[in-house]
């Protein structure tokens, strides 16, 4: 389950509005910096959701959530308690009517939730309006970022527009994180395995071809995972 943080507005300085292309372009090349510092997926969805209320026209507030087919949807990032809210608002399945239009749609707005079929979730949250915008998708999950203002009508045209140049870098971020996380761990794997072997080959008196097969059998003989394996091994043997 993915971890689930709040961002006070007290952690992001204040970002300037823009008027014209030259302006959002400079503002979009600002955020990406920011989104591409960050150290992990979390901090990058941390450092989005605020990024959304500065940078989309109207916003006033945001959220990351994921929804699965079928299921809750959770959020996992947001800005203040009522996007957190809003995942208890959605009636049996916690998610609004409008969420499921993203499955075909990659953007969907809600231009105001108390005259709309299925927005009086968010009307009673005082959010009038909303703007969705997938980050990733798959066939049985979305990741969505998700605009809320408590007036109607608050985004437009030029808003959907901004939307979507932003997700594509939040998008590219998150790839980019995940897998330099990825790699880090990959990296922590092949080391805990390389010392694990080496235990085995100094214990057994076998070569380090044989040390690997044995952890193999083992870990298949276990049903653990050889990363777990190794691990539990060097434990062991760092124990007095």
Do not use: C
């Not at 302006?23 to 920011?34: C, D, G, I, K, S």
């Not at 809320?148 to 030029?158: E, G, T, V």
């Amino acid at each position: 389950m993915p971890k689930r943080f709040v961002v006070p507005a007290s952690d992001f300085p204040e970002s300037p509005r823009f008027q014209g292309d030259f302006e959002l372009a400079e503002a979009l090349t600002v955020a990406a910096r920011q989104l591409h510092d960050a150290a992990t997926p979390h901090s990058t969805m941390h450092t989005a959701v605020q990024l959304a209320v500065h940078l989309l026209p109207g916003a006033e507030h945001a959220g990351i959530s994921v929804l699965e087919r079928g299921r809750h949807r959770r959020t996992v990032s947001w800005t203040d308690e009522v996007v957190r809210a809003v995942d208890g608002s959605g009636g049996d399945h916690g998610q609004a009517p409008y969420w499921e239009h993203l499955w075909q749609a990659p953007v969907v707005r809600v231009t105001d939730s108390e005259a709309e079929d299925g927005g009086g979730p968010l009307a009673g949250l005082g959010l009038r309006s909303a703007l969705a915008l997938r980050l990733r998708a798959d066939k049985r999950r979305l990741t969505v970022l998700t605009a809320y203002s408590r007036k109607p009508r608050a985004f437009d045209d030029a808003a959907t527009r901004v939307g979507r140049l932003f997700t594509a870098h939040v998008s590219l971020a998150l790839d980019s994180v995940t897998v330099r996380e990825q790699l880090t761990e990959a990296m922590r794997t092949r080391d805990l395995i390389g010392q694990a072997t080496g235990i085995l080959m100094e214990r057994l008196n076998i070569d380090a071809a044989e040390a690997f097969d044995s952890l193999v059998r083992a870990s298949q003989r276990e049903n653990i995972k050889l990363r777990d394996l190794a691990r539990r091994l060097v434990d062991m043997d760092s124990t007095p």
